[in-house]
Every structure is written in structure tokens, then in C-alpha cells.
T-cell receptor, first 109, second 119 residues
Framework: GQNIDQPTEMTATEGAIVQINCTYQTSGFNGLFWYQQHAGEAPTFLSYNVLDGLEEKGRFSSFLSRSKGYSYLLLKELQMKDSASYLCAVMDSNYQLIWGAGTKLIIKP | GAVVSQHPSRVICKSGTSVKIECRSLDFQATTMFWYRQFPKQSLMLMATSNEGSKATYEQGVEKDKFLINHASLTLSTLTVTSAHPEDSSFYIC???????????????FGPGTRLTVT
């Protein structure tokens, strides 16, 4: 079966750095996505990785290792507004998005 | 960036009635739209894939006679929850894929979601 695993909840301090991990097992791979979702709102796109390595976009970076079925989202200089759920999703061989359950990130002052 | 709208944003209905939710791509054409349902503290669950001009493809366990999907144009898909029950109360989100998407996988554009409460 297809499976996406990520931690349920993480807590970090304002101004610090946090890394949210995601491991996956899917039938085929056409890219991995990270989305941010604030409570009661729809997800918003953060990043897309299809090749191994690190993609940096401002305070957010995303890493992918296809051989290990592993990705992480790195958030730097945390701000209170970064408190949200972070969803990892993999596009499988049928170009369907397979979603993880999301990681709720709590930022403390 | 591409914008997807949903209407209504919130709806409360009585058990047994039907509710229609609209999903529109505002500045692009979408051959494919997706309907998701999300229960509190759970991830998105794909309900169905809606293709313009053809029947929707429903995920296993989703009743197609209960959740009617119509994708009559390249900018509009509708989801009708028929004979709604309290257990159908959820957050319904649509997303759309741009017609210019050529298989080199990229982002889906999400609507803001519709909060359905069935009393």
C-alpha cells in the first residue's frame, strides 16, 4: 500500500529552526510537495521536489532523497505566524497526490 | 498566481436536504478538478477526480450517488451532497490543475474550502 509518515505534532521557539520529516512509500514517484495549512483554511503550496537535494526558498527549505524515500521541510527564523499544519504529499505514478496526515507545528514565544 | 474560488464558504443545512458547492478556477482553465474532504485534525482525503466533460472518478468508499459531481466547463465543477446527514459535516476543499499542465507534475491550486454543518 501507499504510505506517508510525518510526526503528528512539533513544538519550537520563535526565532529558532525546526525540521519536519516525511517518509514515504508509494507506487511510483512524480514529485513531493509541502503545503502549509492554517486552521480552518485550505492548504497553500510551499515547495516541490522531484530531484534529490535541497531547494531553498527564503526562510523555508525542502530536501529530498528518493533512494531513502525521505524528505524534510526546514523552517528558519520561526515566526508566530508559522504556527500551522504542514502537509507532505507525494505524486504517484498516476499523478495522484498521496497525502500525509500533517504535522501540527506550535510556535512558542 | 492561479486562483480557485469556492462557494459557499460556510453552510448549515438540515438533515435530509441537499447542498451544492461550487468550485471555480478564476484565471485559468482546469481540465481536472479534485474534491477533498477533511475531518478535524485529519489529513485531506481525496473523494473524487472531476474531469471536464466526462464522469467523475470516485475513490473507494465514496458513494457516487450521494456525492454528485458535475464538471460542465473548464472553469466550474460542482459537488452536491444529497440527503445530507450529520456525519457528512466536514470541510470540503476543491483543487484544480491548469489545462497547460503537461505531466511534469506541479502544484494543484486549492480553493478556500467549504465548511458544511448538517444539523
Amino acid at each position: 500500500g501507499q504510505n506517508i509518515d510525518q510526526p503528528t505534532e512539533m513544538t519550537a521557539t520563535e526565532g529558532a529552526i525546526v525540521q519536519i520529516n516525511c517518509t514515504y512509500q508509494t507506487s511510483g514517484f512524480n514529485g513531493l510537495f509541502w503545503y502549509q495549512q492554517h486552521a480552518g483554511e485550505a492548504p497553500t503550496f510551499l515547495s516541490y521536489n522531484v530531484l534529490d537535494g535541497l531547494e531553498e526558498k527564503g526562510r523555508f527549505s525542502s530536501f529530498l532523497s528518493r533512494s531513502k524515500g525521505y524528505s524534510y521541510l526546514l523552517l528558519k527564523e520561526l515566526q508566530m505566524k508559522d504556527s500551522a499544519s504542514y502537509l507532505c504529499a507525494v505524486m504517484d505514478s498516476n499523478y495522484q497526490l498521496i497525502w500525509g496526515a500533517g504535522t501540527k507545528l506550535i510556535i512558542k514565544p | 498566481g492561479a486562483v480557485v474560488s469556492q462557494h459557499p464558504s460556510r453552510v448549515i443545512c438540515k438533515s435530509g436536504t441537499s447542498v451544492k458547492i461550487e468550485c471555480r478556477s478564476l484565471d485559468f482553465q482546469a481540465t481536472t478538478m479534485f474534491w477533498y474532504r477533511q475531518f478535524p485534525k485529519q489529513s485531506l482525503m481525496l473523494m473524487a477526480t472531476s474531469n471536464e466533460g466526462s464522469k467523475a472518478t470516485y475513490e473507494q468508499g465514496v458513494e457516487k450517488d450521494k456525492f454528485l459531481i458535475n464538471h460542465a466547463s473548464l472553469t466550474l465543477s460542482t459537488l452536491t451532497v444529497t440527503s445530507a446527514h450529520p456525519e457528512d459535516s466536514s470541510f470540503y476543499i476543491c483543487s484544480a490543475r491548469d489545462i497547460s499542465w503537461q505531466g511534469e507534475a506541479y502544484e494543484q491550486y486549492f480553493g478556500p474550502g467549504t465548511r458544511l454543518t448538517v444539523t
